[in-house]
């Protein structure tokens, strides 16, 4: 595990649930992004809010790289030891997958596997063990065609 | 404060917490779900870290009727653990395993040239966005038709 980094990791997990947490505190709803990004674009209830939500997810990354310099020397930054995919059809696929399959179940990563788990919801656990799972199966099956190295 | 500031707020955050902890890049993604070869389980921290700051906050203010900016609370109702939660979990596996993006990610991934291994604006990021939009679309679709059969 040489590009294990749990240190970033959990300081940035413990950011997304503080994230969370002023979202529910303050307008009563919870921040899963699938449901967000559904929400922006089919629902006109809350939708400047949604797509402002989704605005700061853009804005965040470069307000970061205007002050990491501190930052750098605690954080860092993972290696690129796994090739990403750059065909198109992989990631068309993947993205209507992802679109469609998050929208069926009610949750994506942070519906299910943070909000749901975090309200100790038994349909998030299972949710989220399969995600993870299949997911895992994917990867090394195509890691079995050189897709991922 | 209005909702509208704050949605801005928290959007902020929760792009910061993704972009700390590396999951805005793919790569990192793909060495959790790597779980024959070089594993990497950073990712496991990072939904840790999350449910320890959420859970004992939701346990305490779950009863509330009203949120401090006066806003109804949402809770989504009870979900049964049915074939709609088992597909749709196990397709958005598929997507993610495929790709090594999940919508947070994926929408953050738009603007950390450096961090997520893509180009600022990168045409692969904005293509894997239309097409998840593209999904939602059909999946909101397809669930309106089959209530209004069932009307």
Redesign the interface.
Known sequence: MNNFTPYSALLGGIIIGLSIVLYFYTTGRLAGISGIVENAITKKANRISNILFLLGLVLGPLLYCYTKEPLAIALTLPDHSFTITNSYPLVITGGLLVGFGTRLSGGCTSGHGICGIGRLSISSLIATVVFVGVAMITVTILQQFGIYL | ?N??V???????????????????????V??F???????????????????????P??YF??SRE????G??????S????DK?????????????????????P???A???P????FAMFDP?VI??????????????NL?QKTIHNKN
């Open positions: 404060m909702d509208k704050i949605s801005l707020l928290c959007g902020v955050i929760f792009s910061l917490g993704l972009v700390v902890s590396g999951m805005t890049n793919p790569s990192k793909i060495g779900l790597s779980i024959t070869h070089n594993w990497d389980a950073s990712l496991i921290f990072v939904m840790g870290g999350a449910i320890l700051i959420f859970a906050f939701f203010l779950k009203v949120s401090t900016l806003m109804e609370i949402e809770l989504p009870k979900q049964e653990i709609k939660l088992v597909i749709g979990s196990a397709l958005f596996g598929v997507g993610w395993g495929l790709v090594g993006l999940c919508p947070g994926s929408i953050s738009l603007t950390s450096g961090i997520s291994g692969i293509i894997f966005l239309f097409s998840m939009a593209i999904g939602i679309l059909v999946n909101k669930l």
